[in-house]
Nanobody
Framework: QVQLVESGGGLVQAGGSLTLSCAAS????????MGWFRQAPGKDREIVAT????????YYADSVKGRFTISRDNAKSTMYLQMNSLKPEDTAVYYC??????????WGQGTQVTVSS
């Protein structure tokens, strides 16, 4: 198993930036594909970005492409999400997750990101 803890959320004005972190403990971090998801009030959870085990491959939702950057530091067992040019529609609870097989099995508790207009 792996335990995940997000941090770095907060309140920011539109156009601003935030960096989220996801610290992992437990089984070897580098064996997992990692991802960021978000859920806005009244909406379904959606994928934001994913990154493979060594950071060599990543995926971004169209809504964040060019503004967000996912990265990981396996030596620190930590994943990051650099969010630039934030928009009010980016307001959501952001979750990190780890995938060991075909689905994301492990989830953090979430961190709130609020973007004011």
């Amino acid at each position: 198993q792996v335990q995940l803890v997000e941090s770095g959320g907060g309140l920011v004005q539109a156009g601003g930036s935030l960096t989220l972190s996801c610290a992992a403990s437990g089984r070897t971090f580098s064996t997992y594909v990692m991802g960021w998801f978000r859920q806005a009030p009244g909406k379904d959870r959606e994928i934001v970005a994913t990154i493979n085990w060594n950071g060599g491959s990543s995926y971004y939702a169209d809504s964040v492409k060019g503004r967000f950057t996912i990265s990981r530091d396996n030596a620190k067992s930590t994943m990051y999400l650099q969010m630039n040019s934030l928009k009010p529609e980016d307001t959501a609870v952001y979750y990190c997750a780890a995938r060991s097989s075909t689905k994301f099995d492990y989830w953090g508790q979430g961190t709130q990101v609020t973007v004011s207009s």
